[in-house]
């Protein structure tokens, strides 16, 4: 599939038994959901870019059951309206420790680790990506990152890879956004 690649020593029969596994995901914010970039107004508003690809995507991803969070390093106001928009109430802003946030979203919602996925771009994110079910990043996540994870998007950050992600949970489960879409109207 698409954006898939193997982590050392892994076969893509174990990457498919992860993908299996998954029932929530966690998303970094900065270079996962966005570009990483950000701008500024005159008069200071801040302004991020969000792919509406990755927005359908977990959309849908929501509509098939998965969990959702979203855990951020930063504490801006763009995060809770992102996640107004897609419906994500969870959410922790101006995280610091990824993996404690990841452990508490998973107590919550009565999951084990292995069953939650995380996708991150940087080297704040490996803590939490060292104890979940799978980790994923964008093309363009830093190189310590792609070298760790178990799954590599194609496209960057903010340009849909979180599309991908969403897409090879679907295929391992034999459905895809389509079917997922028409089934929830």
């Known amino acids: 599939m698409a954006g898939e690649k193997t982590a050392p020593g892994q076969s893509s029969s174990e990457l498919d038994d992860k993908l299996r596994r998954i029932k929530a995901i966690a998303f970094d914010v900065d270079g996962v959901l966005t570009d990483g970039g950000m701008w500024w107004g005159a008069n200071g508003e801040e302004f991020k ?5 990755d927005i359908m995507g977990i959309s849908l991803a929501r509509r098939h059951g998965f969990t959702l969070t979203l855990i951020s390093g930063e504490d801006s106001p763009l995060v809770d309206r992102y996640a107004a928009k897609l419906k994500i109430a969870d959410v922790t802003k101006g995280c610091r420790d990824k993996a404690a946030a990841l452990r ?15 996708m991150g771009d940087d080297v704040n994110d490996l803590p939490a990506m060292s104890i979940c079910g799978l980790s994923a990043a964008p093309a363009d996540a830093r190189p310590v990152v792609l070298a760790k994870v178990d799954f590599v998007a194609t496209s960057p ?6 599309r991908e992600l969403i897409e090879a949970l679907f295929a391992v489960r034999q459905t895809d956004s389509a079917t997922v879409f028409a089934n929830s109207i």
Request: with cysteine; net charge negative; aromatic share 16%.
């Open 104 to 118: 508490e979203f998973a107590i919550k919602h009565s999951l084990e680790l292995p069953e939650v996925c995380f």
């Open 49 to 53: 870019r969000f792919s509406f690809s």
């Open 157 to 162: 950050g903010g340009q849909g890879a979180v």
